[in-house]
């Protein structure tokens, strides 16, 4: 019986991104091991090891973690192993360079966290990539990184790991209007939504700061942020310290974020490096057009003026769509996510690099 390992940060990327492609191996006989921070029940996984990752590299936590993953390979004996993003990405590489028989190792870069302008990473994935054997990237600033520098030993650009539609049902107008109503938000209100964990990287201070300057002028703003971390509170003083409890909410960890999406007006988001984000993917799959940062990722997925505006000031932006309604309803009718993205293509394309085939990038 074959064995793989998938590692990440924390289990809930294991259960955001990959659960998909975990019934696919489980259903074929495979033993599947996860390795991330925290733990789940899913039948899909035959054992999850708890390891702790933090984001200082040279932290303790981590050298104990690359210790743990070293063993924890040897012992297991595994055919495959796949990393995810930054941080584990580059534990677990770590932990089989210089292994006699190391086994077949994939790495899917979620966004790197260097660029043309600013290289300080770019040595940890110069000096991964001996033991890189499938790179997986999934925008094209990535790719052409990737390339440029040989980062891996095979490259393979995909559409990230996939969407799944299903999970987001349309809504009927009646209650759409019942859920923005449980907001708080009235027909003739503008809600905007900001999605993902409150962390430096999405940087929602910037939202918030330009709320306060755009809902002096527009007074029927409402903002609603959806998720939870580090600077949740801090996030939360500032909209106090600027008086705009009024005009925003914080609704924690949403579980029907269909719903939540499919009401909302417009996403925003102000995130400083992303790979391929979910959120926007969401969004434009339910309809919802984006005010996004203009970095890799973004552009991507938003084409600029069609079903989205990109911008380095955000709340120049916000004040072009709120003051032309007519700007609004063109963005709005072009929102839309192509099909390349959803699971259903997305999905064997992963799997056929996961299986071991030429993928050609």
């Known amino acids: 019986m074959k064995r793989i390992l998938v590692c990440a940060s924390r289990i809930s990327h294991i259960c955001q991104f990959h659960l998909p492609y975990l019934r696919h191996y489980k259903e074929h006989g495979f033993t599947v091991d996860v ?23 040279l932290s303790p936590d981590n050298l104990r973690t690359m210790h743990r993953l070293r063993k924890l390979i ?6 495959m192993v796949c990393s995810n993003a930054t941080l584990a990405g ?12 190391r086994p077949y190792m994939i790495h899917i870069s979620h ?12 040595w940890v994935e110069k000096l991964l990539a001996g033991v890189t054997d499938s790179l997986v990237v999934m925008n094209e600033e990535d790719r052409e990184l990737a390339e440029k520098y ?27 209007r019942e859920f923005r109503r449980q907001l708080g938000v009235s ?18 201070k910037a939202v918030i700061r330009a709320m306060d300057t755009v809902a002096k002028r527009h007074r029927n703003l409402r903002l609603c942020f959806a998720g939870k971390g580090q600077m949740l509170e801090e996030c939360r003083q500032l909209v ?12 924690g960890q949403v579980r029907e974020m269909a719903a939540l999406y499919r009401c909302s007006d417009l996403l925003v988001t102000a995130s400083q490096m992303e790979g391929l984000p979910f959120n926007v993917m969401e969004a434009l799959y339910c309809g919802v057009p984006v005010l996004a940062s203009d970095i890799k990722g973004h552009r991507d997925l938003i084409q600029n003026g069609y079903n989205g505006l990109l911008s380095e000031d955000i ?11 007519e700007r609004y309803r063109t963005l709005k009718e072009h929102a839309f996510l192509e099909e390349k993205y959803l699971l259903e293509q997305a999905k064997p394309a992963l799997l056929t690099i996961w299986d071991g085939e030429e993928v050609t990038v």
Not at 44 to 57: A, Q
Not at 74 to 79: A, I, S
Not at 90 to 101: D, P
């Open 240 to 251: 106090h310290e600027l008086e705009l409890d009024g005009h925003i909410r914080f609704l």
């Open 315 to 325: 709340t120049a932006a916000l004040e072009e769509i709120l003051s032309d309604r």
């Open 111 to 122: 966004g790197y966290m260097f660029s043309e302008t600013d290289k300080r990473y770019l």
């Open 35 to 57: 390795a991330a921070e925290g733990v789940t029940d899913t039948p899909l996984i035959d054992h999850c090891y708890d390891m702790k990752f933090t984001k200082n590299p």
């Open 150 to 176: 040989l980062l891996g030993k095979s490259l393979h650009y995909i559409s990230g790991m996939g969407l799944d539609g299903g999970k987001f049902p349309p809504l009927s107008e009646e209650e759409r």
């Open 90 to 101: 580059a534990a677990v590489r770590l932990a089989v360079m210089g292994m006699k028989h």
């Open 74 to 79: 040897k012992e297991n004996g595994y055919d």
């Open 187 to 204: 027909d003739e209100d503008m809600l905007l939504l900001c999605v993902g964990e409150f962390c430096r990287r999405k940087n929602q």
